[in-house]
T-cell receptor, first 110, second 108 residues
Framework: KAGVTQTPRYLIKTRGQQVTLSCSPI?????VSWYQQTPGQGLQFLFE???????NKGNFPGRFSGRQFSNSRSEMNVSTLELGDSALYLC?????????FGEGSRLTVL | GIQVEQSPPDLILQEGANSTLRCNFS?????LQWFHQNPWGQLINLFY???GTKQNGRLSATTVATERYSLLYISSSQTTDSGVYFC??????????FGTGTLLAVQP
């Protein structure tokens, strides 16, 4: 059974640009959540989707958005990138309360 | 919001030693899990342990939900156990809250 797949794995952007990250959950999992990891703030919850509906949202500015498609794949978008958005972005799919993480997308903003 | 404190923050062990990592929650949580973050950043599931005790090889975990803490035991540590260990749980807002992590270094 394939795990959680995140693309791209690495990317470099400049300030002011936008970025879209993709996450394909484990087959059969309908819940997807996103997290940001930085050295200063640790692991922080961004948002969670279930059956195409945002179920929960963390304390991030409106520049951070996401969505989920009918096949449970999810995307998150960050607009008007800032240097502080440089981070590892992790996606997880959930079943029965247990989370399974992908390998992450490492974003560097220059 | 809920605070999740992990101790110790850093730990250096010689190969073969045993260790106990602790996770304390400031309030009740559900769906407690332990993860090991590998050098490439991926969070690897160790245990899904809302309560009770589980064992998997050299690792075991115990959660005492009524006292708001969880313990991760590593026995006969190996260099491949090195990395950061996180606990996480869902609070009343149903958001997953991560602990601050324990950085483990196992020396040969």
């Amino acid at each position: 059974k394939a795990g959680v797949t995140q693309t791209p794995r690495y990317l470099i952007k400049t300030r002011g640009q936008q970025v879209t990250l993709s996450c394909s959950p484990i087959s059969g999992h309908r819940s997807v959540s996103w997290y940001q990891q930085t050295p200063g703030q640790g692991l922080q919850f961004l948002f969670e989707y279930f059956s195409e509906t945002q179920r929960n949202k963390g304390n991030f500015p409106g520049r951070f958005s996401g969505r989920q498609f009918s096949n449970s794949r999810s995307e998150m978008n960050v607009s008007t990138l800032e240097l502080g958005d440089s981070a590892l972005y992790l996606c997880a799919s959930t079943t029965g309360g247990e989370l399974f993480f992908g390998e992450g997308s490492r974003l560097t903003v220059l | 919001g809920i605070q999740v404190e992990q101790s110790p923050p850093d730990l250096i062990l010689q190969e073969g030693a045993n260790s106990t990592l602790r996770c304390n929650f400031s309030d009740s949580v559900n769906n407690l899990q332990w993860f090991h973050q590998n050098p490439w950043g991926q969070l690897i599931n160790l245990f899904y342990i809302p309560s009770g005790t589980k064992q998997n090889g050299r690792l075991s975990a115990t959660t005492v939900a009524t006292e708001r803490y969880s313990l991760l035991y590593i026995s006969s540590s190996q260099t491949t156990d090195s990395g950061v260990y996180f606990c996480a749980g869902r609070g009343a807002t149903n958001k997953l809250i991560f602990g601050t992590g324990t950085l483990l270094a196992v020396q040969p």
